[in-house]
């Protein structure tokens, strides 16, 4: 859903981004308030991802910590679940496995996306028609159905729901950077380099690449969130993380079926998807602004 | 307007040949056998009955002569038979279909009076207290996940207050998912009208009409609301077809009796023939959505006939 | 330690919220040391049951059931979810009574020949299948040798052991004959799988009559969707010989329908909003809906269920006997019971569910497993996996809280030298799985928490004589024995053969009993379905089940 967000368009920098670029990025970002909370969110699931073991007061698959279906306390912020787990325990190491999650995702997408979206805008012809009616196809199906469909085909489990989750949302890089390659290659500056005789690989990665570095950014961002959901939407369904992983999807299954008995298990972990989700989303929309000329004229 | 309409609908079946293409090959890119995986989850099969299930599934032919073969039967409404059961998955599928639509329905309705109605009022009173509330709780909704939100609903309004049952197939167990599927899109449609509103209200023959001395409700009802709607309906297109992918996510939280939940339980069984089934409908119904929002933009927007 | 943390939590839980005890009356697990024969009646049920009113015929009972049937012919199948059904559609020639009895049904009388080899039945006469087939001596030939022959691959054959013919002597007797004395026969022929199905229908039917099945019971087949509903109809020539059956004449109820919702939350709702009128809960509402006044909840009594774990035996690391040990020694029965059954069931030591000949834990319980984690460590240790977690693989089926019973094995055993990885998938794909492991040597460690549910110790027949249910553990000398007992008419000396046989598999780690009951063995219904009863080994009786106003 979150994807949808990027359904207007990505205006693309007119110029190489320069070590100015960036900085012009950095200060237009910090004055986004939105932004800044996003990019403190984030900061705050890396450090709790980090430090897990330490903040941590029990072992995340520790059975009988406590003692079974505890509501929260001193002891367990969180409460316990039917095990007697330490429910902060668990969605402190949920971090760990969301950022797992969120960035092998957006690795995989962003590396099949801009390689088939280089491919596409440098050769042309008949390959550049067959690479974009692929992705124009995956695109008018909803992410979640392509994640279904991968996932079918490999089989329910953590790490085939993230490669169904990246393989969903390539056509987002495939498009952005195809449009960026087009653009540069009417440049003045990549006809004299390939007039200087400049090889193609050397083009693609010294020219190009650099160019449609923003923008991916914004999409490797944005994409976190996205990956985050779906694969938290998979493992709720059963078809991703499976027990006893501390995943915040699975959680929240295994909180339903306890709904009257102890609000706490189908509450915690919600919390943290959507709030990682926000931060996500907000620094994703920050970074978007920030590239955006149109934006930066009316700042 | 025709030309347009006759290369959206080029368009959708070329997206459909390449999803019937995909779906009755992709299962050769299952890793291992995919039969046997199927029969793994089913009970004593002997080889014989392993080979058998090949033939049937022709999986021992060419490939080009197993997709020729599936069109054949796909054209003859024949989407083969599930692994569990032997049953006729068109049946099955159309069996629980009417239970999904009826749930993407109310949620598009849900979607459209309270997305809309929120965008609408923000755009409106911009810079208020209900813009900044409005836009807070969408940009909130939006990172909300479908499946947290229905158990927030359900323990609300079930558990807690008693008012809808927690699950089931009556209206009464309509409301909740219907709520849960249609806010997620609300909040989408909410910052996009408010958008689009914007963008109207700023425009010349706004000052003109409430020059003329037109009441305020006319204007807005009139000129604004008509003029915004172009984009939101495009917005409406895309989110039907992000509404079905979520009602398979809905129908699962609360055990609303759709094809989601059947996919679900398809993928979990590994009934490939239910799950090719599963996947060639719901890419027709999102084709034809899109394909049905293509031309009722044209309509609705005549200058679309100019799009290079 | 950390077992003990668990032990401890599931101490504090029984302590807390739950009376043990009564909550053991309702189960009936109090009982769980009666044989067949002193088997406590059905009024001991725990739930007062409402002042029943006058039956009035009509009305319609829906059950949602967390799973479908997959075939509704007796015998093509052995899961509960097709007996259950099969249960209305089909009668049988004997029957339990409600003190678990072996007495007459579509049999009214028989004799058995001296050498034991020999039955011969006498049927009950005007008894016709819902096509309107006579039930006669030539149908009962007909059902036997179908059970027999090849072609059907009967899953069952195994049950009804050396049966060499049947013959019709006249219309309304008989005969059984065996190559050896068979003891465990007359409480097979309770069983719905040995119910006796219509000749006619068959030939009209074909490999199709799992999909229209023609029996004699109290409600006749209709119409089956596939994993949504199978819908029954009162069969209005019924004629029923049940001993628990409180009237006569056809059944009150107009219909029955069977619902499949795998959800157990969507199973309560449905029963809340009154969709459904019969359902099986989730365990977590039972005590809540005892004490709802407007419900009734029935909980079956000695099922004959037992819930345990198996091994691929054939390739390491479960081919050693210390490995398997070590699982029986590691796990904590009583905390998967309170924890995660909330005290519903009862542990048992037996290889035999409790209510069956020899299910008596007192008994096995000497040569049975207990909770002891340091010999458990040590087990491995000497089976020289003391060094690394030792890898391996615990399927179960899905649903009745096994997930999390699963769970609290994974760490169990991980806290004495196992690192368990779990499966779930539902019981049909489980048989099959089990059976593949079996029958491969390549892969990792693989065990099964499996259940199975039965009316005699012959089971164990079924399980463990070669080639076993699913080709698993046997060998030589446990045929024998498994051989011997089915020989054996007399109960005592039979009783004594099961306990040596027992004793045996659990020595050698063929199998560690769990639990009992553990499946579709407890129903709730609004209290205007009225005249519902279990009778022994799970069997619900609707025939005088009527809906009141």
Redesign the interface.
């Known amino acids: 859903m979150v994807a949808q967000s990027l359904a207007g368009t990505i205006s693309l920098t007119e110029e190489r981004p320069a070590r100015s670029e960036w900085e012009r990025i950095w200060s237009a970002l910090r004055r986004n308030r939105g932004a800044m909370i996003g990019l403190a969110i984030t900061l705050l699931l890396i450090l709790a991802a980090l430090f897990a073991p330490v903040i941590s007061p029990h072992d995340p698959t520790l059975m009988g910590a406590g003692g079974s279906l505890e509501p929260p306390s001193l002891a367990h912020p969180f409460g316990t679940d039917k095990f007697g787990r330490d429910l902060f325990s668990r969605v402190v190491a949920g971090s760990r496995l969301t950022l797992y999650i969120g960035a092998l995702a957006v690795a995989i997408s962003c590396t099949i996306g801009s390689l088939m979206g280089l491919i596409s805008g440098y050769a042309g012809g008949t390959i550049d028609n067959v690479i974009m009616r692929a992705v124009d196809v995956m695109f008018s199906f909803p992410d979640i159905l392509i994640a279904l469909s991968v996932v079918a085909l490999l089989g329910p489990s953590l790490q085939n729901a993230v490669i169904a989750v990246g393989i969903s949302a390539i056509p987002w890089y495939a498009r952005v950077v195809r449009g960026t390659v087009m653009v540069e290659r009417q440049k003045q500056y990549f006809e004299a380099a390939k007039s200087l005789g400049a090889s193609n690989e050397r083009l693609l990665f010294r020219h190009i690449l650099p160019n449609a570095l923003p923008p991916i950014l914004v999409l490797a961002t944005l994409g976190f969130s996205t990956a985050i959901l779906s694969a938290a939407a998979l493992s709720f369904l059963g078809l991703g993380a499976q027990p006893p992983e501390p995943e915040w999807g699975l959680e929240l299954a295994l909180g339903r079926d306890l709904m009257r008995q102890a609000w706490w298990i189908m509450t915690f972990p919600g919390v943290a998807i959507a709030v990682t989700v926000l931060g996500f989303n907000l620094l994703g929309d920050g970074l978007r602004e920030a590239l955006d000329p149109r934006q930066r004229r009316m700042g | 307007m025709g030309a347009y309409i006759a290369r959206r609908v080029l368009?959708g079946l070329?997206?459909l040949w390449?999803?019937t293409v995909a779906v009755s090959l992709?299962?050769h890119?299952?890793?291992g056998d995919p039969v046997r995986?199927m029969?793994?989850?089913?009970?004593?099969?002997g080889p014989e009955q392993i080979e058998a299930k090949r033939r049937e599934l022709g999986l021992d032919r060419p490939i080009y002569v197993q997709y020729f073969n599936y069109m054949v039967k796909l054209l003859h409404g024949d989407l083969g038979k599930?692994i569990?059961?032997e049953?006729p998955v068109l049946d099955?599928l159309m069996?629980r279909l009417p239970n999904t639509i009826l749930l993407t329905v109310a949620a598009l309705l849900v979607a459209i009076v309270v997305g809309g109605g929120i965008g609408f009022f923000s755009a409106y009173f911009r810079g208020t207290w209900f813009d900044t509330l409005g836009m807070g709780v969408a940009?909130?909704g939006?990172?909300?996940?479908?499946?947290?939100l229905g158990?927030?609903l359900?323990?609300f309004f079930s558990?807690r207050l008693g008012w809808f049952?927690?699950?089931?197939?009556?209206l009464?167990?309509l409301i909740l998912p219907a709520l849960t599927l249609g806010l997620?899109?609300a909040a989408?449609l909410a910052?996009l009208t408010r958008s689009s509103m914007l963008d109207v209200l700023a425009q010349d023959y706004m000052r003109t009409a409430r020059a003329k001395g037109l009441a305020e409700p006319l204007v807005l009802a009139r000129h604004a609301l008509k003029n915004s709607l172009i984009p939101i309906i495009t917005?409406l297109g895309?989110q039907v077809?992000?509404m079905?992918?979520?009602a398979?996510?809905v129908e699962?939280?609360f055990?609303w009796n759709g094809v989601g939940r059947?996919?679900?339980?398809?993928?979990?069984?590994?009934d490939?023939p239910l799950?090719q089934g599963f996947?060639l409908l719901?890419?027709v119904i999102?084709?034809g959505v899109?394909l049905a929002v293509d031309i009722l933009y044209a309509v609705v927007d005549p200058r679309i006939r100019y799009e290079s | 330690m950390h077992d003990d943390r668990i032990t401890d939590m599931a101490r504090s839980l029984a302590a807390r919220g739950v009376d043990r005890r009564s909550l053991l009356r309702l189960t009936g697990a109090g009982a769980g040391a009666a044989m067949l024969a002193g088997m406590p009646g059905l009024a001991a049920r725990g739930i007062a049951a409402p002042a029943r009113q006058e039956a009035q015929p009509g009305g319609t009972l829906t059950y949602a059931r967390d799973g479908d049937a997959d075939s509704l012919d007796p015998q093509k199948t052995t899961t509960t979810l097709s007996w259950q059904v099969q249960g209305q559609i089909f009668e049988s020639l004997t029957a339990f009574d409600a003190e678990g009895n072996i007495v007459p049904n579509l049999a009214k009388s028989w004799e058995i020949s001296d050498d034991g080899k020999e039955y011969t039945f006498t049927l009950q006469e005007g008894v016709v299948f819902h096509d309107g087939t006579p039930l006669n001596a030539d149908a009962v030939k007909f059902t036997f040798d179908r059970f027999m022959a090849e072609e059907t691959s009967n899953p069952s054959k195994a049950s009804i052991g050396p049966l060499t013919g049947t013959e019709a002597v006249d219309d309304t007797t008989v005969k059984m004959t065996f190559s050896a004395p068979f003891a465990p026969l007359l409480s097979f022929l309770t069983d719905p799988f040995s119910g006796i199905i219509s000749p006619a229908a068959v030939k009209a039917a074909g490999d199709d009559f799992g999909n229209q099945p023609v029996g004699s019971g109290p409600f006749k087949f209709k119409e089956w969707v596939k994993g949504d509903r199978i819908v029954l109809d009162r069969f209005e020539e019924y004629k029923g010989f049940h001993p628990m059956y409180g009237h006569e004449g056809p059944a009150y109820l107009e219909q029955v329908i069977y619902r499949t919702m795998p959800e157990e939350q969507a199973r309560l709702a449905a029963l809340e909003t009154g969709e459904v009128n019969m359902a099986e809960p989730p365990l977590e509402e039972v005590i809540r809906l005892q004490g709802d006044g407007a419900y009734t909840v029935n909980i079956a009594q000695n099922t004959g269920q037992l819930v345990f774990f198996e091994f691929a035996v054939h390739r390491a690391p479960f081919d050693d006997v210390r490995v398997r040990q070590a699982v029986g020694f590691g796990v904590d029965q009583a905390a998967l019971v309170s924890i995660g059954l909330n005290d519903l069931v009862q542990t048992t030591q037996c290889a035999v569910g409790p209510g069956i000949l020899g299910g008596d834990s007192a008994v096995c319980g000497a040569a049975g497993f207990t909770h002891d984690p340091e010999k458990a460590k040590a087990l491995l240790a000497e089976a020289g996996h003391g060094d690394a977690p030792l890898p391996v693989t615990l399927a179960t089926w899905t649903g009745g809280n096994r997930e999390d019973v699963a769970q609290l094995v994974q760490n169990q055993l991980n806290q004495v030298g196992f690192d368990v990885k779990l499966e779930t998938m539902d019981i049909g794909s489980l048989n099959a799985r089990v059976k593949a492991e079996n029958n491969t040597t390549e892969g990792g460690g693989f065990f099964d928490m499996m259940g199975w549910a039965w009316f005699d110790p012959d089971i164990l027949y079924a399980l463990f004589h070669s080639p076993g249910w699913v080709d698993g553990f046997s060998n030589p000398d446990l045929d024998a024995m498994l051989q011997e007992q089915r020989e054996m008419t007399d109960r005592e000396a039979r009783l004594a053969k099961i306990d040596e046989i027992q004793q045996y598999l659990l020595e050698q780690g063929a199998m560690v009993p769990l639990f009992s009951p553990g499946w579709n063995w407890i129903l709730a219904s609004p209290t205007s379905v009225q005249g519902f009863q279990f009778a022994p080994f799970n069997r619900a009786l609707l025939y005088d089940v009527s809906i009141a106003e």
């Open positions: 368009a070329f997206t390449v999803v992709l299962i890119l299952v890793p995986i029969y793994a989850q089913s009970q004593s099969t599930t569990r059961g049953q099955l069996l940009i909130a939006i990172a909300m996940p479908s499946f947290w158990l927030l359900m323990f558990v049952p927690v699950g089931g197939t009556g009464a167990s997620v899109s989408v910052r917005m895309l077809a992000y079905l992918g979520g398979v996510v699962n939280v055990a059947l996919a679900v339980q398809a993928i979990l069984q590994r490939f799950i996947v719901f890419a999102v084709i899109t």
